[in-house]
Structure formats: C-alpha cells, structure tokens
C-alpha cells in the first residue's frame, strides 16, 4: 500500500508538470483533471479499511474535481473561443526548471518538519510542493483560465495537507471545503464569460486598463 | 574481459544496423504503409561499400577523417557499456563521463566536417545538432547521477549491473522517471522524431541528416553506421536502467539485451508515427522536460 | 631555493639586456630569450623537485617595515603554480619576441619585452611569497606591471579604456586583500604565513570574513561572475602573448590566492563552499553563453577563461564541501581537480591565445567573420588551434578531460555525503558547460580555419614563422603528455590537495588508490583511440584506393554558383542558443533597412557595473558643493570641526564628572 501511495503523489507531481510545460489549454484541463482524479483514489488507498465516509469522499472528489469542474472548464473554453497560451511571463524551459527547484524546496523544508510516518510521509512534501507550483502557475500565466487551472492546483494541494488527518477531521468539514472549490470555480467561470464580453479576449493583463485615471 | 562482455559486443556491433530499420517497418506498418525491409540499412552500407566517392574541393583533411572518428568513439564507447548485464569490456570509476566524452568527440568531428565543405545547409544542419546536444547532455548526466545514486557504482558496469538490480525494489519510481528520461534523450541523439524526421526530404527541416549531405561512398556509409550504433548504445543504456539482468546467466542475459534492443526500436517507431516533429525553438522545451524528470528522480533518491 | 633565485635573476636579466643591448637587436633578441627560456628552466627544476617529495630552503630577508620577516619559500601548492607561471611564461615571451618583432612603431616595442620578463618575475615571486607584505607587494607590481603590458596599443581609445577598467577593478581587488591581512593579522603575532596559520582557529564565526574579503579580492583578479567584467576587455585587446600570459598565467593568481586562504585557514565555512560552487556553475555557464555571442576571437577566448575559472571554481567549491562535511576523499578529489584544471587551463588556453595570435598576424583581422578557411594555409597554427579546442572542450585524449573527470569525481561522490549531497547537481551544470563549449570552439575552429574565406584578409592569410610556432608546439605538446599519461599530472595534484582544507595526508592516498586504476584505463582508452583512428584512416585509405574518387563543387542542394558569402557566419551558427535563452545571452539585435546587426553585450558590465559607476558619479557631483574654491570657506570648515571636537570632549567629560 506504500507503495501504491508513493506512486500515486508522484504521478500528482508530474501532472504539476505537465501543466507547467503545456502550451494547450485542453492539456491542462486534462491534467488537472487527471490530478482530481489521482487525489480521489488516494483516500482509498491511504485508509483501506473503507470506511463509509472515506467512500465518500473519494467519490465526491472525483465527482467535483476529475468530471464536473473539468467539464464546466472545457465549456468555458469553447464559449471563449481560445486555444493556445499566449507566451507567458516565465518562459515554458525555465518553468520546468523552476518546478524542479520547487519540488527540491519542497522536500528539503519537509526534511525539517514533524512529518507523519509511514504511508503518508511523502503527503507533506507532495503538498507543499503542488501549493507552490499552483500559486507559481496563479503568478506567471496571463490568460484568465489557465490562472482558473492554477488556482485549482493550489486547492488540490491544500486538499493533499488534509489527507493527513482524513480519519480525524469529520466528513462535513471536507465537503465544506469541496463546495468552496465548487463555488469559487463557477464565480470564476461568471467573471471569465463577462471579462470576455467586455474585452473580447481572455488575457487577464488588460484587467488593468480598468483602473481610475 | 570476459567472453560474454565480447560476445554481447559483437552481437550489437553487428546488429546495429537493424534497429533503425525495425524503426521505420513499425512506422511504416502503423500508418498504414509496407514499408522497407527490415535489413534495408544492411543494404545500403553494402551498396555504399562498393561505390566511389566524390568530394568537394572546399573540404580538407577534416572532412574526409571526420568519419572514422565517429565509428572508432562510437565503437569505444560501446567498449564501456556492460552489455551482458554484468561487466563491461572496460570498466572505471567515472567512466560514464568518458562515454558521454567519446560520443561527443564523434559530434565534434562531424561538426567540422559540415563547416568544411562551406555550404549553408551543412552550417545549418551543425548549429542544430549543437544546439539539441546543449540541452541534452545535462539530462544525460542527470540520469547517470540517478543511477549511480541508487546503484552506489560510480562505474556503468555498476549502475546498470548487480548494484542497480539490487536497489530496483526500494527505488522503483525513480528509476521509472530515469527511464523515461532516458528515452527522450535517446529519441534526441538518436536525431529521431520529435527532435529531427529521419524520413524528412527537406533540408530545412532536417538536423543530422543535413549536416551530412555532402558525405557519399564509404564516407556516408561509416556516417550511417555510426548513427545506428549511438541508437543502440541508448538503447542498451536504457535496457540496463530497466532490466537487471545480473542473475541470469550471461548468454541468455545477451539475448535480453537483442529483444530489449528490438523493443526499444519498436518504440521509436510507434512514437514516429504519433507524434509531428516539434519546431525547433520547442526542442529546448523537450530536453528541459527530459531533464526535470531526470531531476525529480534525483530529488526521490537523494531524500530516500 | 638559490637555483630558483638564480633562475628569476636570469629572467630580470635578459628583460634588461634588451633593453641596455639595443643597438645591436640581434644579440639583444638572442640574450633575451637565452636568458628568459633558460632562467624558466632554472627556477622550474625545485618546483618539480618538491612535487616529487623533496623539499626546497626557505629565503628570509629582515625587514625594517613592521609585519616581521620577509619570507619566500616552495611548498607543493606554490610549485604547482610555478610551473604554470614559469612554463606558460616562457612560451608567451618567447612568442612575443617573434610576434612583435613586426610590428613598428606602435610602441616601444623592447620596454614590452622587458616588462614581460620583469612580470614573470613578479608572478614567480607573488607565489613563493610566505608572508602578507611581500605577497600584497609582488601582488601590486604583478596588477601594475600587467597594466602596462595590456595597454601596449594606447593610442586606440578602446585599448585606453579596458586598461582603466582592468586598474581599476584590480586595485578594488587588493584593497579588499589588504583589509583581509590587516584584520587577520591583527589576531597573529607577526604576518608570516606559518603565524596566521596558527592563528587561524582563533578567527571569529568561522574565519567568515576572511574568507569573504578573500572571496572578493582573490575573485576580482580570477574573474568569476559577476566580478568578471575586465576580462574580456582587458584581454582582448592586448597583444596575444599578452592576452595568454594573462588567461594563462595572471588571472590563476586568484585562484592561487583562493587555495592559499584554505590551505592557511583550513576548512571553509559551509555557506563559502555552497557560494563557491554556484558562482562556479553561473561563472561556467554565463562565461561560456556570452563567449557565443562574440564576434571578436580574443574576446571570446577571455570569455572562456570566465567559463574555466568556473570549472575551477566549482571543483574548488565541492572539495570545501567536502572538507567541511567530514570527506576527505570527496575534498581531495575536488581541489585535486581545480589544481589540475588550473594547469590544465594554461596550457590551452595559452595555446589558443597564442594560436589567435598568428592569425591576427597572418590576416590583420580578430573578427570571425571575416576569416575562414585558413585551415588550407596556415595548416600548422590549425593544428595547434585544433589541439587547444579539443582540450578546451574537454574530449579525450588531451587533458581537458582528465581534470573535467576529476572535478566530475568530486561531485558525484558528494551525492553519498551527507549535509552537502545537494551538490550533485553540479554535474548537470558542468554537462551543461562542456556542450556549450563543444559549441562554442566548434563555431571557432569552423567559422575560422574551414570552409572559404570570407574576405580578402583571410584570402591572404600565410603560415606564420617558426618563432610562432615553436611556442605553440610545445604547449601542445604539454596538453597531449597530460591527457595520454595522466598519472604524471594527477599525483602531484593530489599531492597539493592534500595540503589543502586541513583534509590530512592520509586523505590523498585513499583518493589516489580510489582513482589510480581508472587513471591507466583513460590513458589506455586515449591510446587506443589514436590508434584505433590511424588504422582506420589507414584502411580507408586502402579501401578508397580502389574506388573511383572525383573531386567537384559543394553539393550545396543543387545551387550552380556558390559564393563563399553564402556560407553559415559564425553568428548564425550561435544563433539558436541565442534565441533559447533569450536575455541571458545579452545579444542585441538591429534592423535597419536591408541590414541585420547583433551586438554581443557583456549584461554585468552594461546593466550592473556602469550604471553603479554613473550612480557613484552622480553622489560625487551633489557632494561636489562643499569644494567651493573660496579659502575662507576651507578655514571655516576647520574651525567647526575644532569646535564640534571640543563640544564632543566637554559633553564626554561632563557626562563622568562628578
């Protein structure tokens, strides 16, 4: 089972990755969906035992994160009418390279911190790590959805620090959390559609034009 | 210098010539094509072999010694690969820098060799190559820091033998990500989609292949040998990260490496008829990603 | 220690002897290089002596000035750096004998030589130095004497101004060396270099500001990043034996000094050794990335000494990882590696320098695209041009690739230690630096020596004389002895490593038996390689002998008239590494009409120091008011500072009265 936990926040890692050197947004919808996706089974395999709230929230998570909020992206994209990235303030190599430096500042601060033994050690560096590249990806993107994909990553991280206590904290907190995505995402998705009314693009540098002169 | 390490050398000395052809059957097979025979390349460097040569009166020494240059450190470096599994034919500490050294030795030749003949395409071609070889010897060198960091070898007969086979259960995922990487930067030294089009007519869209347009006869057919013996050598590289084969018994672990070789050229294949060759200013991109993965399996390693 | 006296005496004499002997220039020329290559092999003899074991005297002179003795002595670290300085010297002076000889009228042409000797002097003197005053002094008179050999062309306004930049970073150099002996020697009873060793664990936090103030003044004279931004001026535009005694021989004096600190103060502090590594990986990679963009040879062979001092550096920051975290082996290994890339690193880089030069000579121009296939007409300075790039680039056989391995030993090892297994990662950014470096040199070798020349220079470019060449054979000669013999070099580097870091003696014999086999399996490898390619040519020969051959145009796809115009530049060659790391590079690029320029930049020169120089200029000017020109205003100033002084007193006495 280790083993199966270790494997599986490392294939989350990469799919950090793999939305930082992507020029498709189609790509990174896909991959922040595959994360949901990773970080709904990870319950199961952290506390086999399946119990009927660990059950739970696997399945709402994979509900929220890996089809529905996927999918509300994906038509954001087509009512927008965008493909690619524009070239983003960090280029995509340096991205890359500057991922890797994250996660190594990653693992290096949770070599100092109390971690959990076992299975979940590597939840903390894994966590730390997909915070970072979310807030990273929040930070050098300039078109409003990829910025969306980022602040998802940064919820999924968030998500990733709580799994070290899933068996503590009560049910309800955590699907309190997943409604916040859940609302957060769908305003965010209200501010895109009116953002590309009113400059008919989705690059969200111009938001500054709208300051008072 | 046991039987087996020269026996695992010939055999891939002599079987190099097949793997660019099972590449481009594959290919050819999964879009929908026959395709050339699988010993085509053997055809070829027998073709060339009887042919004459013309040379341009632009090019000098360094053009016509270019090369031999190429196979010899090619066939050296093949000298240091354990390709039976165990033990190389030459082994030291530190010897993966002289490999990665002896190959580059061979680009540096036939670098020359392209700004001798004073031509455009041949210039062009070179930049190139020098341009992807920058970015993808530091992921090279990261996956020999990976593997000797989970083997404790600081010598290839060590990092891809009985160390590695040892440390394969504790530090799988690492080395899932040093295979990986491994293949990207075969798919690059081995100029093969997405980097460069083997199969590409155009000049302007080719790396390898156009530097080396003015080469013909026995010139052109060491140049062709050479490539495919780099392949291979990746190829065993990345069969020894994946398969330790320090307990079986050497000639069976010889004809793991052959099927192990055929599988990798089978790869290649497939990947050249999913994937377009990249634009050249996303190559960099490529390698990066080559080397963070790379990198990761390094971070993995070093926190185990 | 007389033998090595008597053979700098010699050296100082033949630069005087041309000088006194100048009315008859044949005799002066022949005194000279009798004197000057003759005193080199002198004084070399006690360095090789003690590498091998022995030991040499020690010379003190009573001095009236405070500070204690004045002591010279060779130890193995000051016989490693002689014979870089004396062997690179004595090729660059008797290269230049021949290299200026032609030129009339530019200068005075016999002080030059003489100052060259006189610098070989001051460097054989700054190493054997054994305590503070002498060293910051034969320190002074090697900066200043390389001034004025730098700036031999003074009448062009550039050279003017890269010989100011070079005295003015020099002198920031000393002064943070003489801060660094002043507040050492405050701790030791006199400034001889055996008491500050002594005094040495006495220093606060770790010997921190010793080893900063070192980092600062020994890093302005080696030139690592962003210190660096002399160098390529200052080195392209002096004569070229000028420019190799300098690349070669003067910037190793800061890495002389670097070792010297650790060898006195032993372990470095952990942040030195991390600070020394990454300015080592930027030094590396930064150096040779902007050594891409240049157009100028010179300028871009200084550009490579920045890339090599980072290589240097990187081995020196891994041994003091290793000396701080308890691994003799990885400690010895990596300042093994520096010693011998220092060497190593002289001797190419010479050879290049000294081979640019004969270009220079043969065409009368430095820019590279002008040049090009001088390979068919200069076929011996090509061949030693062609030595130096493989053993720049660090490829077997020659000897750039024996300190690269060892450098490449030292940071693997660190993986398996434990503060400091970080420094792993060095070995992609060495990986880094050598393929750019293939790049590089083979932009160089290709855009200058193959191919057609590209302009009327080059087509009249003619082999230079045996004067030139000799020189660059023998340095030559020195790379291949090292790559193909590579225990001749390594043993007495470890040697000197040993003595460094406080690592103990024990240490250089577990890196020598971990290492030894390997050493005779390069040298076996780098022999095979010869010989493999001599029968391979030779059978090719044999094999085409029966072939039809035809000689015709370049295939160049079918195009009919080729112009040699048409061929790659240099610069498009570089251009996609360029365009990759986009600001880094600091390549600007003009277009204007139907005309395309890049100009290669220095960004640290151009975005750090001269806008700080300008800012310093501009505090200058606002306090410039107070210098009014009006003698009333001066004793005023007198007055106030008199009654500000009594105030202060009277405050202070009344505060403790009664």
Known sequence: MARLVELLLLLVILTNFIVLGTTRLSTCIRAVALQGFLLGVLPLALYPRGELHTWGLALGTVAVKAVILPRFLRWAIREAAVRREVEPRV??????????????????????????????????????????????????????????????????????????????????????????????????????????????????????????? | MSWSALLGLAIVLGLAPLLPGVAAKTRARLTGR???????????????????????RTTTFAFRVAPVVLVVTAVLAACLVPLDGRRALVG??????????????????????????????????????????????????????????????????????????????????ALALVTASLFLVLLAEGSRVPVDDPATHLELTMIHEVMVLDHSGLDLALILYGGALKLSLFGALLVGAVAPRAEIPPAIAVGVLVAGLLVVAMAVGVVESVMARLRLSRVPQFLTAASALAALAVILLLVR | MTLFLGGIAAVALGGLALVALSFRPRWAAAAFQLLVGGGCMAAVLPALRVLSGGTAGELRIRATVPGGDWVFGIDPLSAFFLLVVLGVGAAAALYGVSYLSSESGAGPVRTAHAVTALEIVALALVVTARSAIPFLITWEIMAVLAYFLVVFESRLPDVR????????CTHTGTLALVA??????????????????????????????????????FGFKAGLVPLHFWLPGAHGVAPSHVSALMSGVVIKMGIYGLLRLVNLAGAPPAWWGWLVLVLGLGSGVLGVLWALAQHDLKRLLAYHSVENIGIILLGLGVGALGARSGAPTVAVLGFAGAVLHT??????????????????????????????????????????????????????????????????????????????????FGVAGLALIGALALACFAKVGGAVFLGQPRSAQAREGREVGVGLLAPMAALAFGCAVIGMAPAVAVSPALRVAATLGGVGRGAAGEA????????????????????????????????LSRRPQAWTETWACGYARPDPRMQYTAASFAAPLMAAYGRAAGVHVTREGGAFHTHATDPVLDGVALPLWQRVLAWGQAVRPIQQGRLWMYLLYVLGALLGLLLYLALRAGGTGP
């Not at chain 3, 101004?161 to 003015?168: N, S, V």
Request: charged content about 10%; overall charge positive; hydrophobic content about 60%.
């Open chain 3, 512 to 543: 020598a038996a971990a290492i030894g086999p390997a050493l005779t399996w390069i040298a076996l490898t780098a022999a095979a390689l010869l010989a493999l390619v001599a029968a391979g040519w030779w059978l090719r020969t044999r094999v």
């Open chain 2, 92 to 173: 030291f500490s530190g010897d993966f820098v002289a490999f990665a050294a002896l190959l580059a030795l061979g680009r540096f030749a036939l670098v020359l060799a392209a700004w001798d003949t004073g031509s455009s395409f041949e210039g062009m071609g070179a930049s190139r190559e020098v341009t992807v070889a920058a970015f993808a010897e530091p992921a090279l060198f990261l996956t020999f820091v990976a593997l000797v960091l989970a083997s404790g070898s600081l010598s290839l007969g060590g990092a891809l033998g009985a160390p590695l086979a040892a440390a394969w259960p504790s530090a799988a995922p």
């Open chain 1, 91 to 213: 280029g995509y190599a340096l991205s890359l390279l500057l991922g890797v430096a994250a996660v190594a500042v990653a693992f290096a601060i949770s070599g100092r911190l109390p971690l959990p033994e076992g299975a979940r050690a590597m939840l903390v560096p894994a966590a730390l790590a997909t915070v970072i590249l979310g807030l990273f990806v929040l930070i050098t993107r300039s078109k409003a959805l990829v910025q969306v994909v980022g602040y998802l990553m940064l919820e999924n991280g968030v998500y990733l620090f709580g799994l070290t206590h899933v068996e503590e904290v009560p049910f309800l907190v955590e699907a309190g959390v997943l409604l916040d995505v859940f609302v957060g995402v769908f305003i965010m998705g209200i501010v895109v559609f009116h953002i590309n009314r009113e400059f008919d693009s989705l690059d969200s540098t111009r938001l500054s034009e709208l300051v008072d002169r």
């Open chain 3, 180 to 217: 660094l002996f002043a507040s050492w020697g405050q701790l030791a009873g006199d400034l001889s270099f055996d008491a500050l060793a002594a005094a040495a664990p006495a220093l606060p936090a770790g010997a921190a500001l010793v080893f900063a103030l070192g980092l600062c003044g």
């Open chain 3, 343 to 424: 060497l190593n690193h002289a001797l190419f880089k010479s050879l290049l320098f000294l081979g640019a030069g004969a270009v220079l000579r043969a065409t009368g121009t430095r820019l590279i695209d002008r040049l090009g296939g001088l390979g068919r007409r200069m076929p011996y300075t090509w061949g030693a041009f062609l030595v130096g790039s493989i053993a720049i680039v660090g490829l077997p056989p020659l000897n750039g690739f024996v300190s690269e391995w060892l450098v490449y030993q030292g940071l693997l090892r660190s993986g398996a230690m434990a503060p400091a297994r970080a420094a792993v």
């Open chain 2, 34 to 56: 026959r395709g050339a025979p699988l010993l085509q390349l053997y055809r070829d460097l027998a073709r060339l072999w009887r042919k004459g040569v013309v040379y341009s």
């Open chain 3, 161 to 168: 101004r890269a010989g100011l930049i070079y005295l003015i």
